[in-house]
Structure formats: C-alpha cells, structure tokens
Nanobody, 121 residues
C-alpha cells in the first residue's frame, strides 16, 4: 500500500488544520494512524483508527485531534484544532496491523512521505 499525505502548513496557535492520507491500496482491514515527529525527537503516534472505525488518541491529542476514515475513498483524515506550538512537527500517515501501530513506529511497515505542520505562538 502506498500512502500520500496532504494538508500540512503553518498556522498560529489556536488555529486548525486538516490533514489527509490517501492510500493506493485497500486499507479497510488495516489500522491506520498519524504519527508526529518533532525535531530531534522520536516519531510518536498521536491518533489511530482501526478497521471498525474506532479511534484512539495520545493524551496530548485528546479533545483536540479527530481522526476519521473513509473506506470507500480509501482516505484517513486528521483534523487538528486548538493547535499549540508543541504540535509542530512532521506528520506521517501509517498503515499496518493494529499491534504494529500500538508497538510503535519501529514496527510499522507502511509510511507516507510526511507533511509538515508548524504552529507559531
């Protein structure tokens, strides 16, 4: 499966962005997640969604990020609201078996190229 992200950009704190991940192959039966990598930090999951459409969020993302999946369009979107400077980083779409996403970035086999999000104070 190939993943292509779009929708990143620069916003001021408190603003919103919508990221989109388009998959070339079927992702209906996979877990799909969004990972963030801040400068000089490890890549970490901020939101994931399973094949049934159930979302999970990191503590920092709860209440501010919303992940959604469209199985017909083969896309997974991430809406970011009330953005903070610490949300800045490269955001990557990932697709794999759920346990691999739960284990962390080092276990994930399918990645997009990433899209940059920059939040200024």
């Amino acid at each position: 499966v190939q993943l292509v992200e779009s929708g990143g950009g620069s916003v001021q704190a408190g603003g919103s962005l919508r990221l989109s991940c388009a998959a070339s192959g079927l992702i209906a039966g996979w877990c799909v997640g969004w990972f963030r990598q801040a400068p000089e930090k490890e890549r970490e999951a901020v939101a994931t969604i399973d094949s049934g459409g159930s979302p999970s969020y990191s503590d920092s993302a709860k209440g501010r990020l919303t992940i959604s999946k469209d199985n017909e369009e083969n896309t997974v979107d991430l809406k970011l609201s009330s953005l903070k400077p610490e949300d800045t980083g490269m955001y990557y779409c990932a697709a794999d078996l759920c346990w691999r996403l739960v284990q962390g970035a080092e276990e994930v086999r399918n990645w997009g190229q990433g899209t940059q999000v920059t939040v200024s104070s």
